[in-house]
């Protein structure tokens, strides 16, 4: 089993060779310090939760994550003691290629997140019984950090699984975690952009509406980034979609789109490998994560070609802690709590 000790060293290893790019040594650092963590290799963790969550309706993935109920299977409790272990191993995934396993981990994680989350949160109102008065509680701002980061990895997957729909409720939901990441933002942009061009190769008219918030993002981030040369040409390519789209063909799948974008976003130089529409893979600067985290944050992030694909970092939202508004009943423990080596 190995000494838990070991754990958080090990998970940092693994995350420095994730960003390295050298995935085989990311993931026996990550697979060790899982087994010094639990007892467990991670294959047992992934096959432990792909059962149950494989079936899962992305359309209600957060409502599962946010709930209070608590596992009884032995495997599945260990795996969730390290959420940001948890991410890791989802960026990992999503550079893979591994997309199901990328979104198994990613889920695990924001789960993990939230049943912490909501232990710390009863902790302190139980030594602390005059903070509930007013019925509302502190966010930190390393809670929304994570919550933002996971839930922006989460959308990312689903949206290059071609659920854009769910893609965008994660997206959106990670936006007011963090809404001052304009990665985030471009995030949520680009699968508007990506869904919009789906309904319109489907004869839909409300692809329209789409585009025009796609394009509204857009100017947005470039307000905050003047001449972001990805989200230039993004928007470019919007405007040209919208000006023009009485003499466009028929989309028939992703794959056409990918021609259609690949080739404008090729020069871009912030990544070697293009997302399935083109969209180059980078790494970004941001705050450091709070102290004590396992490894830094890192936003896997438009890809395709993922074996050699980077993930890119969220950074943290607002420094004051912010206040949300309490269920009265027993149900409040449906937001949980995260803790830390």
């Known amino acids: ?10 998970a940092s290893l693994g995350s ?4 390295m790019g050298d995935l085989g040594m990311a993931e026996s650092c990550f697979d060790a310090s899982a087994r010094c963590l639990s007892g467990y290799r991670l294959e047992q963790w992934l096959a432990s939760w792909k059962p149950l969550l494989d079936p899962l309706d992305n359309a209600i993935i957060l409502d599962w994550c946010m709930s209070i109920q608590h596992c009884d299977n032995p495997i599945q409790q260990s795996s969730m003691a390290d959420p940001q272990l948890l991410n890791d191993m989802g960026v990992l995934c999503y550079n893979k ?18 049943l912490s989350f909501n232990m710390q949160h009863k902790l ?23 919550s933002a980061l996971y839930k922006a990895n989460l959308g990312n997957t689903l949206r290059r699984l071609g659920s854009y729909d769910s893609a965008l409720v994660c997206l959106q939901a990670a936006a007011l975690n963090a809404p001052s990441s304009m990665d985030i933002l471009l995030s949520e942009a680009f699968a ?7 309904l319109y190769s489907r004869s839909d008219p409300t692809f329209e509406a789409d585009l025009d918030r796609a394009i509204d993002t857009y100017h947005r981030i470039l307000s905050t980034l003047p001449g972001d040369p990805v989200t230039t040409d993004l928007l470019t390519l919007a405007l040209e979609l919208s000006a023009n789209i009485q003499n466009l063909p028929l989309f028939t799948d992703d794959l056409d789109i990918a021609k259609e974008l690949e080739e404008p976003l090729g020069a871009f130089g912030l990544g070697d490998y293009d997302d399935e529409a083109g969209l180059q893979a980078g790494r970004y600067a941001y705050d450091s994560p709070p102290s004590g985290a396992v490894s830094d944050l890192s936003l896997a992030q438009h890809s395709d070609n993922a074996a050699s694909e980077q993930a890119s970092g969220v950074e ?26």
């Open 1 to 10: 089993r190995g000494s838990q000790l070991a754990h958080a060293p090990l």
């Open 16 to 19: 420095v060779y994730l960003r």
């Open 97 to 114: 290629n591994q997309l199901d396993s990328a979104r198994v981990f990613f889920i695990v994680a924001l789960k993990a997140l939230n």
């Open 124 to 146: 302190h109102s139980a030594f602390n019984p005059g903070s509930q008065k007013g019925g509302r509680r502190i966010v930190s701002p390393e809670f929304q950090a994570f």
């Open 192 to 198: 508007l952009h990506l869904r919009a061009m789906q």
């Open 316 to 341: 943290n939202s607002d420094d004051e802690a912010m206040e949300i508004e309490e269920d009265t009943d027993d149900n409040s423990g449906s937001e949980s709590d995260m803790a830390m080596d």
